[in-house]
């Protein structure tokens, strides 16, 4: 293999694989990046077999061609001190050369047979979004999915193509976060697995650092998207997601309209007066108000009014602030509609037609 | 004769028409009430509901039986009814019957030498009877009309002759009525439901082939046709995974055939209960057994844990003693040691002979360390963690972005495992599982006592299928986890539903903690050491496992923790949580400094 290049086409092109190999440490070959030249295209690939991620070199000159699998931290660093705008890569039997200004580097490579095969993206079947509207979709349900130790299908999102739209649900067990997207174009096809956790992240990252829509499809196993020069292939998470529709409550009547910044400010400076241990705050509705309330013994009281279109009856109830705060986050600014039942049963939060959120809530359980 | 002549006077002597209530002299020794010998008599058989059910049952068993179903009221409490096709009884037979020691499987002394049915001593149903209200029906095999008959505390009914199926029906209702002192010590429904279950358990994988059934308030708890194979049974009781892994073993000698099934040691249980023996057909709690079912698996346990097994020893009658205690529980061999012996052997061959299976990713993982290890051989040098080679650029990487939020304190996470700390006067080395235990332990200790706790409701509750037994103690448990905010249900057969747990452990697994919970329980759901239980359980699995990498954040959370907390230095089970190395310890290793004097 014989190639060269700007220095920051590489740069950019291995900067989105660097979170891949990044999350291995056990097995070298999982750190290395590979390096592939045909024609007049170089291609980059790294993967951890649970995601794998390719970028196009572009524009590059190849003037043989080859491929080359290298330990990802060394190129790096290497081709970030490297004096010159131009680099000039090749094979050397099993080592990859690079020389010029900076001096002469051989480096030791990997056997490319080695190298695990990650799958192919072709555009048939897929399903195009805009990459704001995916971002923005992934912002708002990522946070919900349950930590690595518990539920296994909930550790991912669930993405799912229905009604002509594409629906994402990430849920711990506590809360569920749900968001809508327009899709910008495609064919017929079925979208219907989780995805991993990381997966997703690395989707959002590529949608951000790409330009243009990104298309996506699903073969049963894999998630594959596509956008710009780079293209994703994430294992799909196996096993029966939780019925996502059955936790949505039909029926919540006392139907609260509120600034979501306002409400998200007030519930911030109440869980100040929380402990890890007793994470907890009260929501006491009123005609025409929320009270933020905390209440922990060894650290003190809080009371926080905040105004809100309400003209139902009391109620009040507690939560865990960090989720409440995680949904008002990820709707931002303007009005949040929050719907209650009773002080045992689920609560929903939501804005318009593109995000709902369901939380459950907390109670304080007499030990004695 | 002579014999039979003592024997009648002895009836006789007892029968006298002794001054019995009031008794005008406390001092005085005199020949109890036989109503009141009964009593007693039967109190050393029939303890509580589950005897009942087991003397029944075997009756069914020893009576040829291809079918018995069980039903039960209020944790047999209040009724405890069992049914068999067996072969029956007369009415002649059935007019013996409720007198002690009438029975029809041992005639002569000799027989007592070889017994080869479960019952033999005639004295169930009489002490049965004597304690409760007993309505018993029956009818032999090839009869076209059968027999009814009760008894109430111990009085005879008149015996009427009825239709009736082929088969026994004994109907026991209101267990100790007449003896309020054993009544009132009864344990609650589900302690004696899971002991029902247990002991029914064990019957039903001694006899694969009978089909039972046992319902409890109407309810279905198992049914269980006729299997053809031990597995199969084991199958339907704990499951098809947990067959699928079982390691046969069987070694035949002329006096004793030990055959079975054990599980590969990588699966072992919290306490002994698992074990299961059983000699001739019944189950058996026998020390040499139990030693070498132990011994065998020496070395490849972590202590404190136990071999899940089930061991089916067939020996000559008349080379064991089966007649040692009224349950027939234990049991006494001619030659102990030859039993432990070959029944050591028998596991020791299986265990030896069996290889772990590789699962698909494992055998991934076990190609890629061979690539490896190919790589080390060729000089490849080793690389440097990731970690070390970023530079500026936090974007790229997310360990990089971790290891700057690293506050300067002094610590590390090593081998995903322990915390090094330094320390004013050297290092200590902190296991993360059995601190954070403890910290669990004692915060929700703590919280209890100060009389609330916080309780996230589950949006979607787990639910968690368990076997009968387990079901029945998590369900006595319902009061003590309600009590820590773990809201659990009853959700059809044999399956629990978990609507609440308490805010602070986010990462339990549930399905984990309700099965410790059930390993560490045994038969007990009462009282204050079982809310103890529950919170070790929690604590337990609620707690960062070894193996999970934590970021430094939370490691600097847990020792801040540690430091605001008294007793922290041994987990809830007794471990240590710290080892503490000093700087004159370090020094002395390295020849620093020669140690004074």
Not at chain 1, 126 to 131: D, G, I
Not at chain 2, 179 to 189: E, I
Not at chain 2, 253 to 264: A, H
Request: with cysteine; charged share 25%; glycine share 8%.
């Amino acid at each position: 293999m014989k190639l060269s290049c700007q220095k920051s086409t590489m740069l950019s092109s291995l900067q989105l694989l660097g979170p891949v190999t990044a999350g291995t440490t056990t097995k070298p070959i999982l750190q290395a990046v590979k390096l592939e030249a045909i024609d007049d295209k170089a291609v980059l690939e790294a993967t951890d077999l649970e995601v794998g991620v390719r970028c196009l070199v572009e524009p590059v000159e190849v003037q043989e061609a080859g491929t080359v699998v290298l330990q990802e931290g060394r190129l790096t660093e290497l081709l970030r001190e490297w004096p010159e705008e131009k680099i000039c890569m090749e094979t050397r039997g099993s080592m990859c050369l690079l020389s010029g200004k900076g001096g002469v580097f051989k480096m030791a490579g990997y056997d490319p047979e080695e190298f695990p095969v990650i799958p192919t993206f072709s555009d048939e079947g897929s399903v195009e979004v805009s990459a704001d509207e995916l971002e923005g979709m992934i912002k708002k349900v990522v946070f919900a999915c349950a930590s690595e130790r518990v539920r296994h299908t909930m550790t991912g999102v669930l993405f799912r193509e229905e009604g002509g739209e594409l629906r994402m649900v990430a849920t711990d067990g506590r809360r569920l976060a749900f968001a809508r997207g327009k899709k910008s174009g495609g064919g017929k096809t079925t979208m219907d697995g989780i995805v991993p956790r990381r997966g997703v992240e690395l989707l959002s990252r590529i949608a951000t650092h790409q330009e243009g829509n990104v298309l996506l499809k699903m073969d049963g196993t894999h998630l594959l998207a596509k956008s710009g020069k780079a293209t994703l292939c994430s294992q799909l998470i196996e096993g029966q997601y939780p019925n996502y529709e059955e936790a949505v409550p039909k029926d919540n009547d006392k139907k609260v309209e509120a600034d979501a910044e306002g409400l998200a400010a007030a519930i911030r400076r109440a869980t100040i007066l929380t402990t890890a241990e007793r994470h907890l705050i009260k929501l006491k509705l009123q005609k025409g108000m929320i009270v933020v309330e905390a209440e922990t013994p060894e650290v003190g009281e809080a009371m926080v009014d905040v105004e809100v279109k309400y003209s139902g009856e009391d109620l009040e109830i507690g939560f865990n602030p960090d989720f409440l705060l995680d949904a008002l986050k990820a709707i931002e600014k303007g009005t949040v509609q929050l719907e209650f039942k009773g002080p045992a049963t689920a609560a929903i939060m939501k804005r318009s037609h593109d995000f709902l959120y369901v939380v459950m809530p907390i109670r304080l359980a007499e030990t004695t | 004769m002579k014999k039979t002549e003592t024997e009648m006077g002895k009836t006789k002597e007892v029968t006298s028409p002794w001054p019995l209530t009031p008794n005008p002299c406390p001092g005085r020794i005199h020949l109890l009430d036989p109503v009141v010998a009964g009593k007693i008599a039967a109190g050393e058989v029939i303890e509580r509901p589950t005897s009942v059910v087991k003397e029944l049952v075997e009756n069914s068993i020893d009576a040829g039986a291809s079918r018995i179903d069980v039903e039960l009221m209020d944790g047999g409490k209040g009724l405890i009814k069992v049914i068999d096709n067996g072969v029956g009884m007369s009415p002649e037979d059935l007019s013996m019957l409720f007198l002690k020691h009438a029975t029809s499987k041992i005639s002569e002394l000799e027989d007592l030498e070889a017994i080869r049915t479960l019952g033999f001593r005639g004295e169930a149903l009489a002490s049965i009877g004597v304690v409760s209200h007993t309505r018993i029906l029956s009818c032999a095999r090839g009869e076209a009309t059968g027999a009814e008959l009760e008894v109430k505390g111990g009085k005879r009914g008149e015996l009427k002759f009825v239709g009736a199926p082929e088969g026994t029906l004994v109907e026991v209702r209101e267990l100790f009525y007449n003896v309020p002192a054993r009544r009132k010590f009864l344990k609650a429904t589900p302690t004696e439901m899971a002991s029902i279950s247990e002991v029914l358990t064990k019957l039903a994988l001694s006899h694969p082939e009978i089909h039972f059934t046992l319902a409890h308030n109407q309810r279905e708890v198992f049914n269980l046709p006729p299997s053809p194979t031990v597995k199969d049974r084991i199958a339907t009781f704990f499951g098809q995974d947990f067959a699928k892994e079982l390691l046969f073993i069987n070694s035949r000698e002329p006096t004793l055939e030990v055959s079975g099934y054990i599980r590969p040691p990588a699966q072992s249980y919290g306490s002994a209960r698992m074990q299961y023996t059983f000699l001739n057909g019944r189950y058996v709690r026998e020390v040499n057994i139990s030693h070498a079912v132990q011994e065998s698996y020496r070395n490849l346990l972590p202590s404190g844990r136990y071999p899940i097994v089930f061991l089916f020893l067939k020996s000559e009658p008349s080379l064991v003693d089966v007649n040692v205690h009224p349950t027939k529980l234990e049991v006494r061999f001619r030659e102990p040691s030859k039993v432990h012996g070959q029944v050591l052997k028998a596991l020791k061959n299986a265990l030896t002979q069996y290889t772990p299976k590789i699962s698909p990713s494992l055998q991934e993982a076990a190609r890629l360390t061979s690539i490896i290890q190919t790589q080390d051989k060729t000089g490849f040098p080793e690389g440097l963690p990731p970690s070390l080679l970023q530079t500026a650029d936090t974007q790229t990487s997310t360990v990089k972005r971790e290891l700057q939020r690293t506050p300067s304190g002094p610590f590390v996470q090593i081998h995903r495992t322990y915390i090094v700390e330094e320390t004013p006067k050297g290092i200590n080395i902190v296991d993360q599982h059995a601190l954070h235990e403890i910290l669990l332990y004692t915060e929700l200790k703590n919280k209890i006592l100060e009389g609330q706790i916080p309780v996230q409701r589950l949006l979607i509750p787990e639910l968690v299928e368990l076997n009968s037994n387990d079901f029945f103690n998590i369900i006595g448990l319902q009061e003590s986890l309600a009590r820590v905010g773990a809201e659990v249900e009853e959700f059809g057969q044999n399956t629990i539903i978990v609507r609440s747990l308490p805010q602070m452990l986010k990462d339990l697994d549930i399905k984990e903690f309700i099965k410790d919970l059930t390993e560490r329980l045994k038969e007990e759901v009462e009282g204050e050491h079982v809310l103890d239980k529950v919170l070790k359980a929690l604590a337990c699995k609620g707690a960062v496992k070894s193996g999970c990498r934590l970021d430094p954040q939370e490691i600097q959370t847990l020792l801040e923790k540690r430091n605001s907390l008294q007793a922290v230095a041994r987990c809830p089970h007794g471990r240590p949580t710290t080892l503490f190395l000093s700087v004159e310890e370090l020094d002395r290793h390295f020849k620093r400094r020669t140690p004074k004097g």
